[in-house]
């Protein structure tokens, strides 16, 4: 018999391994509790109680029961009860899902105030002020978040309440405007809902539960899940926890604290420190917060107090560590903790010292940093000058360098994007409901708030740059401008430069510059701490991982680049980019051509350009395996267009005879469906000499390069193969030309001949194309748009952004590898060509061969190589080494 489900937690009967169950926050609470630190006691509704109501509707039956239970104990451990008239217990109850999702659900504070309690807390307290303002703030979060009141209609009462007061902040309002405002506030809920504010504090607690369980499918929440790629099926916990109070007077206070500075990774202890308010003041930026370090002179013994705790959680977690914290009287209580969101420049940086310390080992500290972290990092930085005065400094709260034009809101950030325009989402403070418009822009600019602010701790899990608490400026969301304290007046639409790194905003656009860890990345040498530890992490990944990375090259001079940055080989040149410009006439040619002596005329022609080309790639990859793709694109892509071609003939009073036979020509050859018709292999079967002039140009590049000592390893692929016949045929023509070169030159010719497999035929027969292969290189971006029935181009331009919304897929297959079906035909192919070549060497090198997720993948499967633009070499390397040591990235 299976015992019962059990749906509430205690917070000392968990711990930090219990995170899917009771969530990243709740585990958390209870390890601190389990540790001993001072944390207000409470309990945890778990995950699965919230998927069971995401299912159903209603909550499991036994969930009251036992929330009843814990309460019951709750009050027993505090000495008091929820809601009572004299010296009432108050709860907070806050949403906690398994993975961190800051700000996107509700919370709701001070649960179990009514207009009686609201005077036992007044006495209990000796400040009526206080409680009053602790009324109207749940008056004014359960309105909106569990009754659907519109903040703003709590916001504008608000204002106006502070302006006949005459004063500009909350904490000026005295305990009798703060009562009358509560009344306000209570009037905007019946008259919006039609029902009073609950006055029973058990309604208030089960309405509370419900509503953070529904906060997990509110807009923002999946908006924030599809870009992190959570998944939906998880379900939030709910954290119902005694509250302590930071509203109390000048010996008061909440704050949030880092054990490392989050947006560099340098040691030290960092945050915000806001006296006389409660936790929420801080992320929302209202009030510009103190440094924490001023909290050592305000209060001495609980400054020293925390900042022992903040050492006991990093050593406890091994990790940077965000905390939030209420001192409620001078009593110093711990409200949460969890492992800190970082930029990419902290992550490389804490994981590098953190493995100095000897706290974690190398592979550990590997598996702390990621390929994504590593490209936002290679990213261009401004290229500032003396006379590049900024507009206003602020907190830099997310590295990096964007330009875009100023947008104030969320949806004029959203359109501009989707019409291709770079913009700076520009707000007093950003809240959750931002979010949109903080994915669509390139930075965030906010004149409130500081580093653990909504907008701070949000992009820089995005990696989005972020200036925050820019106080020289005055935004007014209204007239769509800013101004600044010099008088001047920045109007949408206006350009402006957003350096996340140095905390300032420039009028315009600045020149960018290569970044310190571009540069250390090709020249191997570190300038700094930060680029130390990045060639740190690359150094054990490249000692550890299995697969090799190569490149996607065309040129000697990216070639060459991607050597520098650590390219072990080119997986995939495309012959067909030497095909592009000044040398499109002879292709023209080609084509063109009447009889077999014009066609043969127009390829010796391309001969020894092809042959330069070549001798050029093999000499930059000297000693490094080069695989050398054969012409894949239909012909006709090498001809003018055919309606531009047409227009200009029938506009032409004397039309060009060239032009005419272009024409025809590309009548000729046009399909319905070039994708799938006369391209890769078939060329080489249907157009006489085109195969041979291409290996005749590579042997001849080899010849050379050999004569001139080099060390050239070339290798032949054959693309768009579906049948072992095609490439036996066009294997058979190789090979005779690479003999012929062989015979002229007294030079033994070793190049290697395979096939990329891109079709999903070539993947199901691969143990029969394996017979005639030397090696199978996987042209993941055709076979997926094969596989999937779609062209990329125009799938992406039309239903993919409806795709992604609806969860069909949770991310493009065109960006990362789908598993089930792509993945799967990959696997099979491996598997069945190495059952009959046991030696066949296969790779990747379709965009995936970049992507971080896609690479484990490739490791798992048994693949030798990848191979990707030299861009993302350092990544693909980082990745493979990554893949090595840990486990799998999930399916």
């Known amino acids: 018999m299976e015992a019962p489900v059990k749906y509430v937690y205690a917070f000392e009967e968990g711990n930090r391994d219990m995170a899917d169950l009771l969530g990243g926050k709740g585990a958390g609470l209870a390890e601190m509790t389990r540790l001993g630190l001072p944390v207000p006691p409470g309990f945890t509704v778990t995950t699965d109680a919230c998927k069971v109501y995401l299912v159903t509707g209603e909550e499991p039956p036994e969930l009251g029961v036992e929330a009843g239970r814990a309460l019951a104990e709750l009050e027993r451990t505090m000495g008091r009860a929820l809601g009572a008239r004299d010296d009432p217990l108050l709860v907070s109850v806050r949403s906690g899902a398994r993975f961190s999702m800051p700000g996107m659900m509700d919370t ?99 309405r509370a539960i419900r509503a953070v369980f529904d ?96 050492r006991t959680l990093e050593n406890h977690y091994r990790d940077l560590c965000d905390v939030e914290f209420t001192i409620e009287r001078g009593r110093l209580w711990i409200l949460q903790t969890r492992v800190g969101k970082r930029t990419a420049q902290a992550t490389f940086r804490i994981a590098h010292e953190l493995r100095e310390e000897r706290t974690i080992g190398e592979d550990e500290a590997l598996t702390r940093v990621d390929g994504a972290a590593l490209t936002r990092l290679m990213f261009p930085r401004f290229e500032v000058t003396p006379a590049d005065v900024p507009l206003a400094h602020g907190v830099p709260a997310s590295p990096g360098a964007a330009v875009g034009v100023a947008v104030f809101d969320s949806a004029e950030a959203i359109r501009r994007a989707a019409a291709g325009e770079d913009t700076v989402l520009v707000r007093r403070e950003t809240t959750p409901d931002d979010l949109p418009g903080m994915i669509a822009a390139r930075a965030v600019l906010t004149s409130r708030g500081g580093k653990t602010s909504h907008a701070a701790v949000v992009a820089r899990g995005m990696g989005k740059v972020c200036v925050c608490g820019a106080e020289e400026l005055t935004v007014d969301t209204v007239a769509r401008r800013f101004t600044t304290s010099a008088g001047a007046i920045i109007q949408e639409g206006d350009t402006l430069s957003v350096d996340g790194t140095a905390g300032t905003v420039h009028l315009g656009a600045l020149a960018l510059t290569a970044s310190d860890v571009g540069r250390a990345l090709e020249t191997g040498t570190a300038t700094g701490p930060l680029t130390e530890a990045v060639l740190a992490a690359l150094a054990h990944a490249d000692t550890v991982r299995r697969l090799e990375v190569r490149a996607n090259a065309d040129t000697a001079e990216d070639a060459a680049r991607a050597r520098a940055l650590g390219a072990q080989g080119i997986g995939l040149c495309r012959t067909e980019h030497m095909f592009l410009g000044e040398r499109r006439e002879l292709v023209e040619a080609m084509i063109l051509a009447r009889d077999g002596l014009a066609r043969e005329a127009a390829l010796a022609a391309l001969l020894p350009l092809q042959r330069a080309d070549f001798t050029a790639i093999l000499d930059a990859m000297d000693g490094l395996p080069v695989t050398i793709r054969l012409i894949d694109p239909p012909l006709h892509e090498f001809l003018p267009d055919r309606t531009d071609l047409a227009v200009r003939l029938a506009r032409s009073p004397r039309p060009d005879p060239h032009e005419r036979d272009l024409l025809a020509a590309v009548e000729r050859m046009h399909e319905q469906n070039p994708m799938l018709g006369l391209r890769g292999v078939r060329l080489a079967l249907a157009v006489p000499g085109l195969t041979a002039m291409q290996v005749r140009a590579i042997a001849e590049a080899v010849v050379r390069r050999l004569r001139d000592g080099g060390s050239p390893h070339a290798e032949i692929m054959i693309p768009l193969v579906g049948t072992a016949e095609e490439l036996r045929l066009a294997r058979a023509e190789a090979e005779r030309v690479l003999a012929e070169v062989t015979a002229e030159t007294g030079v033994r010719l070793d190049c290697p001949v395979g096939t990329m497999i891109e079709l999903p035929r070539a993947a199901l027969t691969a143990g029969r194309i394996a017979e005639a292969a030397d090696f199978f290189s996987f042209g993941t971006n055709d076979l997926t748009q094969t596989t999937w029935g779609l062209s990329r181009d125009d799938a992406e331009a ?89 486990p799998a990235a999930p399916a």
């Open 108 to 206: 709701i504070l001070d649960i179990g105030l009514n207009d009686h309690s609201v005077t036992g807390l007044a006495e209990a307290a000796g400040d009526e002020r206080f409680a009053w303002d602790s009324y109207r703030r749940l008056v004014q979060m359960f309105g909106h978040t569990v009754m659907d009141v519109p903040e703003d209609l709590f916001e504008q009462a608000l204002a106006a309440r502070k302006a006949r007061s005459g004063v500009t902040g909350d904490h000026e309002l005295s305990a009798g405007e703060l009562s009358a405002l509560t009344e306000e506030f209570k009037e905007i809920v019946r008259e919006r809902t039609g029902e009073d504010f609950p006055q029973e504090p058990a309604e208030q607690l089960a």
């Open 215 to 310: 906060s997990w499918n509110v807009e923002r929440a999946r908006v924030y899940r599809r870009r992190e790629h959570i998944p939906d099926d998880l379900g939030t916990a709910v954290n119902v926890q005694a509250m302590v109070f930071g509203n109390l007077g000048h010996d008061s206070g909440t704050g949030v604290a880092f054990t490392r500075d989050p947006a560099t990774g340098e040691r030290g202890v960092y945050g915000d420190y806001l006296p006389d308010a409660q936790g929420e003041d801080v992320v929302a930026g209202v009030r510009n917060a103190l440094p924490l370090t001023e909290l050592e002179t305000l209060d001495p013994r609980a400054y020293a107090e925390f900042t022992g705790h903040l």
């Open 798 to 886: 039309s239903f993919f952004p409806l795709y992604l919304e609806k969860g069909v897929f949770p991310v493009s297959p065109f960006e990362t590898i789908d598993r089930q079906g792509v993945g799967r035909l990959v696997e099979l192919a491996v598997t069945e060509g190495r059952a009959v070549a046991p030696g066949l060497t296969t790779g990747v090198c379709g965009e995936h061969g970049g992507d971080p997720d896609s690479i484990h993948f490739f490791h798992r499967v048994g693949l030798d190589y990848v191979s990707c633009s030299p861009f993302r070499i350092p990544a693909a390397r980082l990745e493979a080494g990554r893949a090595a040591v840990g």
